[in-house]
Every structure is written in structure tokens, then in C-alpha cells.
């Protein structure tokens, strides 16, 4: 069965400065997606970054980017000169497809803290 | 607008009472899920529908029962819940052939169970 494992349950960091968070996983799968989930205090879950896994290339968004290391599982999410709205809980995800729909996987979620 | 709207935002009931939750999206999805999110737990995925048949049913307990009866609509029909049922609920709906595609979330309903 397919795991996510983000091992650390907070952090904290001052606005603007950088921050990683750490999450790997395991599959026997040699093509799917990983996807890194924000969810603030609003509730709802929204998407940051993908990556394919056949992509070698890392994915970035903006201050987003993430560091894929497929040979050791590994999918960590940097951010860079973080703000006050980067607050979250922030979840792993991997994804396979069963029957014509996906199958997300979550870790069990890192709560990031932005500081004045 | 999220596109992915849940109702109700709350929901407070008694384990004997039925209730349902109501999930709709507007955005041309064709797979539709039910999340369990608890406190200190991962995310559970509890059903999945693609092109409203049920595809996936992990391991629910009876007194769950969706219903998709169109790609617009998911509900989840509660009866004779439990405390350890407390939770938040979320919905979200994907283009579930590409699994490039991510899923849009709705913002969850916070059920309690008195």
C-alpha cells in the first residue's frame, strides 16, 4: 500500500525567511503524481505544487518549489520569503488512478507558522 | 467561489438522528470524492465516484452512505453515527482520468455527534 510520511508536525519560522518541509513516501508505482496541499484556517484545501514523477525537472510556483528526489521517495516543499498568509496546514500528497478516478494519499500534515 | 460547495458548514446531531451532507461542483468534474479529516489523523479517503459509479469504498461503515445521482452532486447520508464519527467532511471533484489533474476542494462540513 501506498504510505506519506511528513515528519514533522510543526514549525515555525519569521516572515521572509525560508522554510522546508519534509515528506516521503512510498510506492512500487513508477509513474504518478505528488502534490503538496495548503489548508488554512478557512478549511478549504488548496493545491501549491504538483510534480510528475517522470519528470526529472523540479516543479516551482512563485516562492514555491519543491525538491524531488524520486530514487530515495522524497518530495520536500520550500518556501521562500514566507508571509504572514503561508500559515497552514500544509499535506503531502500521492496519487494514483483506479478506475477512471484518483486515489490521494495524504501524510498526516505539517502546521506551519509564519511569525511577525 | 471555490467551485466545489459543501452544505451545511456545520452539523450538530444525536446518534440516532439521520442527517445528510450535500456536496455540489461547478466545474465540469467527472469524479467526485468523500474525505474523513479527524484531529491528529491523516486524511481518509472514504468513497470515490467517477462518472457516478462507485469505484472505491474504503472499508466505510454502513451508517455512511453516499449517492451520487449526477457528476454535479455528491451526498453522504448519515444515520446512527458514532462519537468517534466526529469529524470534518470534505468533498472534492477532479478530471478523474488525468491524474495530473488536481482535486478541488470544497470548504467541509464539521460534524459533531453528541
Known amino acids: 500500500a501506498q504510505t506519506v510520511t511528513q515528519s514533522q508536525p510543526e514549525m515555525s519560522v519569521q516572515e521572509a525567511e525560508t522554510v522546508t518541509l519534509s515528506c516521503t513516501y512510498d510506492t512500487s508505482e513508477n509513474n504518478y503524481y505528488l502534490f503538496w496541499y495548503k489548508q488554512p484556517p478557512s478549511r478549504q484545501m488548496i493545491l501549491v505544487i504538483r510534480q510528475e514523477a517522470y519528470k526529472q525537472q523540479n516543479a516551482t510556483e512563485n516562492r514555491f518549489s519543491v525538491n524531488f528526489q524520486k530514487a530515495a521517495k522524497s518530495f520536500s516543499l520550500k518556501i521562500s520569503d514566507s508571509q504572514l498568509g503561508d500559515t497552514a496546514m500544509y499535506f503531502c500528497a500521492f496519487t494514483e488512478i483506479i478506475q477512471g478516478a484518483q486515489k490521494l494519499v495524504f501524510g498526516q500534515g505539517t502546521r506551519l507558522t509564519i511569525n511577525p | 467561489e471555490t467551485g466545489v460547495t459543501q452544505t451545511p458548514r456545520h452539523l450538530v446531531m444525536g446518534m440516532t438522528n439521520k442527517k445528510s451532507l450535500k456536496c455540489e461542483q461547478h466545474l465540469g468534474h467527472n469524479a467526485m470524492y468523500w474525505y474523513k479529516q479527524s484531529a491528529k489523523k491523516p486524511l481518509e479517503l472514504m468513497f470515490v465516484y467517477s462518472l457516478e459509479e462507485r469505484v472505491e469504498n474504503n472499508s466505510v461503515p454502513s451508517r455512511f452512505s453516499p449517492e451520487c445521482p449526477n457528476s454535479s452532486h455528491l451526498f453522504l447520508h448519515l444515520h446512527t453515527l458514532q462519537p468517534e464519527d466526529s469529524a470534518l467532511y470534505l468533498c472534492?471533484?477532479?478530471?478523474?482520468?488525468?491524474?495530473?489533474?488536481?482535486?478541488?476542494f470544497g470548504d467541509g462540513t464539521r460534524l459533531s455527534i453528541l
Open positions: 472534492a471533484s477532479s478530471q478523474g482520468r488525468f491524474s495530473n489533474q488536481p482535486q478541488h
